[in-house]
């Protein structure tokens, strides 16, 4: 042996781990049954996050430069589904969580006051360095929780709102993407003309259809300027600055191009990674959608109506921070400005060459 020998137990400090379920319940009198399955996977999910934002460091430095190394591409995209992984265990606990009965819970659910999981500081910062930002969060979650936190916690999420977030970072790095535009040819011009082209006859054939009833028409046509209005907010710049400042979109419009053009151009080799970058962010965020819908779902099957033990609406509340708390919805709306493959403009053969393998003919 070259090193010092080491022992299962005293290697993972299993004394400290086992150890670790303080039964509340057993304090005030009667042990409850149900606290033991309670605590441990409240403590099995902070492990688990510990290990998210250790994986999630780990891609925010690489991300964290002026320029991303290729070498590093397959790591993040490594990492990024690593997390997704861990993501469908958080989501397959619930289902242990829920085999816990209202009245098993009621059995010690008092003496948690006024804990609760919105203290989760580990979740609080996985979140933060996602890019859910104070200023995006519920106006409840805003004022009422960070009063419940101490004065370190509070600290530490303050100090974290000082940071660039993981999608600030990727928006750089899509901003960066030389492909779009170049000296010699603009995509873009020809995009926003097929695009046009696309309308125009899209219009024209609601125009001509004598099946529509009124109401129908109406509706058809409402839907082809709400569809012009996407585009125009998109090839617009001012137009794009003030969805921005209405908080509808939180993309650079330099990042949304890029990750638009990725997205028409997946199958080529060197935007292949890219894209599935750009997948891996979308897993997540429906990962933890997943899981905090499923995770309203229980409470109000476990506690029905009552107030959540830190004092927040209980289910109510975590039903609509489920829509709101998600942070790569821009990567879910790209689909909204792609067209069928025969309508994108053909790419010069030059940029063509660019985007395939070097050692190709």
């Not at 819970?105 to 890019?131: C, T």
């Not at 330099?254 to 028409?264: G, P, V």
């Not at 429906?286 to 506690?303: A, C, K, N, P």
Request: contains cysteine; glycine residues 4%; aromatic residues 10%.
């Amino acid at each position: 042996m070259k090193h010092k020998p080491i022992y299962y137990g005293e290697y993972l400090q299993l004394d400290k781990i086992l150890g670790a379920q303080d039964l509340k319940s057993k304090e005030h009198g009667k042990e409850a049954h149900d606290e033991t399955l309670f605590i441990i996977i409240h403590q099995t999910y902070e492990l688990w996050f510990k290990q998210i934002i250790h994986e999630l460091d780990s891609i925010y430095e690489m991300f964290n430069r002026e320029s991303v190394k290729s070498t590093d591409l397959g790591n993040i995209i490594h990492r990024l589904n690593r997390i997704v992984q861990i993501q469908k265990i958080l989501n397959e606990q619930l289902t242990i969580m829920e085999t816990m009965t209202p009245l098993d819970f009621m059995d010690f659910r008092d003496y948690l006051l006024p804990a609760s999981g919105f203290q989760s500081i580990q979740f609080r910062m996985l979140e933060l360095k996602l890019g859910l930002r104070q200023k995006y969060r519920l106006h409840v979650d805003k004022e009422f929780f960070n009063s419940r936190l101490k004065d370190p916690d509070k600290k530490l999420l303050n100090e974290q709102e000082e940071k660039p977030t993981l999608l600030e970072l990727v928006d750089s790095w899509l901003s960066r993407m030389p492909f779009g535009k170049t000296n010699d040819y603009d995509f873009w011009n020809e995009y926003q003309t097929a695009i046009n082209q696309m309308l125009d006859e899209d219009e024209a054939t609601v125009n001509s259809n004598d099946m529509l009833s009124e109401m129908e028409m109406k509706f058809e046509k409402m839907n082809l300027k709400s569809t012009r209005e996407n585009y125009d907010n998109l090839f617009n710049e001012d137009k794009h600055k003030e969805v921005v400042e209405k908080g509808l979109t939180r993309l650079s419009r330099e990042a949304k191009l890029s990750a638009i053009f990725i997205r028409l151009f997946c199958n080529e080799p060197i935007l292949q990674i890219p894209n599935r970058i750009l997948d891996l962010l979308i897993d997540i965020d429906e990962m933890f959608t997943t899981w905090r819908y499923r995770h309203s779902i229980m409470v109000h099957r476990t506690l029905g109506t009552k107030i959540g033990t830190g004092g927040s609406s209980g289910h109510e509340y975590l039903k609509n921070s489920t829509e709101n708390n998600r942070v790569f919805t821009d990567f879910f709306n790209l689909a909204t400005f792609l067209v069928p493959k025969t309508r994108i403009p053909k790419l010069p053969e030059k940029l063509k060459s660019e985007l395939g393998f070097a050692h190709e003919e």
